[in-house]
């Protein structure tokens, strides 16, 4: 079932359901070396997949409803005012007791790629299935449920059964290769799944190169053969790879400085689900969630604050 097949409602809201919290992340000046401290840059702002992905839909003008949860802490307030002002709607996030907001700590080398990364969701485990049926009206009025991997699993499965109940196109990121198995069950339900390399891997029971582009088709078709409509490879400086039922194809990466790696995944797939709903053909979704990584990977944080559908065209053509 393509898209347009859904009953399908641009004005309505998108779900986003995962994982959020402060996003740390240091840039080494110099090479690492073990047993001592590395002069570098640390910044502090807030992630999480789910988060990020949400603020992106809203910074780009899509109506958009964050499920997620927080600690009962500074930081959790913090975050929500943040995300709020960008335009999300946060009424629905859980503030977990007794608890902190969830956390990322990421390590970046000079050239801008990740050395090594700690994420702490622990605080998305808060929410429950109960929690997920107390927003059945939510989902009747949704456009379409993208959620992430950080979920519990008693939960993803209450997810995909609420959305498949209101018959909404369900989207999904690996979030990471330990998570992306948590996808396995729920593949032949899924529209769309944004997983890189690595998670594709994991998936489809196949290691391989994210060089290779022509492997990294047949791990889109892999996917596909399992029943998702639409499958997106991340393959990070060499592009995307896609495939459906009816196409496959490749877009090259936009060649950019690296400034920081973190939220380019997930502006990418805000920008592909936003295109989607507003009826851009894949081919071209696609080419603009390239210029979305783009533009974020030369930002310090983990989502571009000025980002729009006409800055992602002017960036294409550069």
Request: some cysteine.
């Amino acid at each position: 079932m393509l898209l347009e097949e859904y009953s399908f409602n641009p004005e309505a809201p998108v779900m986003v359901i995962g994982g959020a919290g402060v996003d740390i992340v240091g840039r080494l000046k110099s090479e690492w070396v073990k047993g001592t401290s590395i002069p570098g840059h640390i910044r502090i702002s807030y992630g999480g997949v789910a988060r990020n992905v949400a603020e992106n839909l809203a910074r780009l003008g899509q109506a958009v409803m964050l499920i997620t949860a927080v600690g009962n802490d500074r930081m959790g307030e913090q975050l929500l005012e943040q995300t709020a002002s960008a335009g999300v709607d946060v009424h629905a996030v859980l503030r977990a007791k007794e608890q902190q907001t969830g956390a990322y700590l990421g390590i970046i080398d000079s050239k801008g790629m990740v050395h090594f990364a700690v994420d702490d969701m622990h605080t998305a485990a808060a929410i429950t299935p109960e929690y997920i049926h107390s927003q059945a009206d939510a989902f009747r009025h949704a456009s379409l449920v993208f959620f992430d991997a950080s979920l519990p699993k008693a939960t993803l499965r209450t997810v995909v059964s609420q959305a498949r109940r209101a018959r909404l196109p369900i989207c999904a990121d690996p979030t990471s290769t330990t998570l992306a198995e948590r996808l396995r069950p729920y593949l032949s339900s899924l529209y769309l799944i944004t997983p890189n390399s690595a998670e594709a891997s994991v998936l489809c029971d196949r290691p391989f190169e994210p060089s290779k582009r022509r492997q990294a088709i047949e791990a889109a078709k892999c996917l596909v053969s399992q029943g998702v409509k639409i499958a997106i490879i991340t393959l990070a400086e060499f592009g995307v790879c896609y495939a459906t039922s009816e196409t496959s194809g490749y877009v090259p990466a936009i060649r950019t400085e690296i400034l920081d790696p973190t939220g380019a995944g997930d502006a990418l797939t805000a920008t592909v689900l936003f295109a989607l709903i507003n009826g851009i053909p894949l081919d071209d979704a696609i080419r603009l969630g390239v210029s979305a990584a783009s533009l974020t990977l030369r930002h310090i944080g983990s989502v571009l604050p000025d980002l729009s559908l006409e800055k992602l065209y002017d960036h294409l053509l550069i």
